[in-house]
Structures are given as structure tokens and as C-alpha cells.
């Protein structure tokens, strides 16, 4: 979800720790499909579902360690689709998208995990969490690990010399 709204016509250029909000949307609803797919494979190969998550597992971590620039999604949106599109007139900052693919990750491999260890319930429910979180994110442009990040980033911090 964006962090900053701009109500205005003109294009917004984009930095390297800012982001074109249409591009994370878009890796949403791209994710979202894979993960159907791995929910419906789960119903009758959970071998074949296994095999997905662990692919969108690997684009998760991609996204969370390289940004939403190098994310493979994002470079299929920065390829294909942007050049298409007005130029953007919203931004969001990176670090929460990172954020929020490294939760993806940790979803996608406890997924895994489940579906490797012949919990095919385990590796649904989880997929299942990561498909509730990407969906909302592409429909309705909530993204929850973005909403999660400020209070981590808190929880981060250290006190300063001044406060003890």
C-alpha cells in the first residue's frame, strides 16, 4: 500500500529507494495466481505444489534481499507493462516491500517445509496466508507487511546515548 499519496497530474520521478506503487500491485497479482495454482496442485500432486512454492519461495527471497527493482515480477512489469502505462504520479518507498516479500518468504517456506514433510494441510494453510496477503494487496492495495514494517522498524531501533 502506498505510504504517500499525490493528487496531481504531473509524473513523479522515481528514486532508487522509491517505487512506482503500479509495479508492486502488479507482482501481487502475479503471485496471487501462483499461488492459486499451488493451492489447487496441492488438492492432487502435493509433489507439484511443493515444487511451485518453492519457486515463488525463491522470488520471494529475491524480492526481500534485492528490492522490488530486481524482484523477477517487477522487471517483468519494468520491461513489459510500465513502458505502456502514463508516466506514475504515486510513489512508495522500498523498505517496506522488502519487508513484505520477506514475510512472503517466510509463508512460502514454511509451506514448503509442510509440503516436504507430507503435511499438504501445513503447506496449504501457509500458501493459503501468503495467497490472503497478495490478493489483498493487488485488489484492494493493502499490503500488509508494508502496514507490519513501522512497527518492526520500531521494535529495531536502539535507544540513543541521550535516553539512558
Same mark, same amino acid.
Request: glycine share 8%; with cysteine.
Given at each position: 500500500m502506498s505510504t504517500e499519496i499525490r493528487n496531481t497530474s504531473e509524473a513523479i520521478p522515481v528514486s532508487s529507494d522509491r517505487v512506482d506503487v503500479r509495479g508492486p500491485r502488479f507482482a501481487a497479482w502475479v503471485t496471487t495466481g501462483v499461488l492459486v495454482v499451488v493451492l489447487l496442485a #496441492?488438492? &492432487? +500432486? =502435493? /509433489?507439484? @505444489? $511443493?515444487? !511451485?512454492i518453492a519457486l515463488?519461495?525463491?522470488?520471494? #527471497? /529475491? $524480492?526481500a534481499a534485492l528490492g522490488p527493482r530486481r524482484h523477477p515480477y517487477g522487471r517483468i512489469y519494468a520491461a513489459v507493462v @510500465? =513502458?505502456?502505462l502514463a508516466p506514475t504520479t504515486e510513489t512508495e518507498p522500498t523498505a517496506p516491500l522488502r519487508f513484505a516479500q520477506l !514475510?512472503? &518468504?517466510?509463508?512460502? @517456506?514454511? +509451506?514448503l517445509l509442510g509440503f516436504a514433510l507430507g503435511s499438504t494441510i501445513v503447506g496449504a494453510v501457509f500458501a493459503g496466508f501468503a495467497l490472503f496477503a497478495a490478493f489483498l494487496n493487488a @485488489? &484492494? $492495495? !493493502?499490503c500488509l507487511g508494508c502496514r507490519i514494517y513501522p512497527l518492526v522498524a520500531r521494535l529495531r531501533r536502539t535507544p540513543s546515548p541521550a535516553s539512558n
Amino acid at each position: 500500500m502506498s505510504t504517500e499519496i499525490r493528487n496531481t497530474s504531473e509524473a513523479i520521478p522515481v528514486s532508487s529507494d522509491r517505487v512506482d506503487v503500479r509495479g508492486p500491485r502488479f507482482a501481487a497479482w502475479v503471485t496471487t495466481g501462483v499461488l492459486v495454482v499451488v493451492l489447487l496442485a #496441492a488438492a &492432487f +500432486s =502435493p /509433489v507439484a @505444489a $511443493g515444487v !511451485l512454492i518453492a519457486l515463488q519461495a525463491v522470488v520471494f #527471497a /529475491v $524480492g526481500a534481499a534485492l528490492g522490488p527493482r530486481r524482484h523477477p515480477y517487477g522487471r517483468i512489469y519494468a520491461a513489459v507493462v @510500465a =513502458p505502456r502505462l502514463a508516466p506514475t504520479t504515486e510513489t512508495e518507498p522500498t523498505a517496506p516491500l522488502r519487508f513484505a516479500q520477506l !514475510l512472503g &518468504f517466510v509463508f512460502a @517456506a514454511v +509451506s514448503l517445509l509442510g509440503f516436504a514433510l507430507g503435511s499438504t494441510i501445513v503447506g496449504a494453510v501457509f500458501a493459503g496466508f501468503a495467497l490472503f496477503a497478495a490478493f489483498l494487496n493487488a @485488489a &484492494f $492495495g !493493502l499490503c500488509l507487511g508494508c502496514r507490519i514494517y513501522p512497527l518492526v522498524a520500531r521494535l529495531r531501533r536502539t535507544p540513543s546515548p541521550a535516553s539512558n
